[in-house]
Nanobody, 115 residues
């Protein structure tokens, strides 16, 4: 059974940085696309960044140039380095893994950015 566990969230001031981690188990991790999403209070969950099995990355326009997604297949872990954080980045951040056309989500980690 595939399980995802996010960590690394917290509270920071605007301009600060955080690094989120998503550890996968029960998955052929290196073969799969992993995405980071976020959900702000009262809003829909939206895609933030993704990385495929070949380490090709892409980003939402709102985070391009500030966030970096990377993966360490030996550790079954995907990271989201978040720099120059803004109050509008405040949300619960989730990772998503797609395997055999099935979606798996972690429980989320809270990121709060104060002005």
């Amino acid at each position: 059974q595939v399980q995802l566990v996010e960590s690394g969230g917290g509270s920071v001031q605007a301009g600060g940085s955080l690094r989120l981690s998503c550890v996968a188990s029960g998955s052929t991790f290196s073969s799969n696309y992993i995405g980071w999403y976020r959900q702000a209070p009262g809003k829909q969950r939206v895609w933030v960044a993704g990385i495929d099995s070949g380490a090709k990355t892409n980003y939402a326009d709102s985070v391009k140039g500030r966030f970096t997604i990377s993966r360490d297949n030996a550790k079954n872990t995907v990271y989201l380095q978040m720099n120059s954080l803004k109050p509008e980045d405040t949300a619960v951040y989730y990772c998503r893994l797609v395997e055999n056309s099935k979606n798996y989500w972690g429980q989320g980690t809270q990121v709060t950015v104060s002005s």
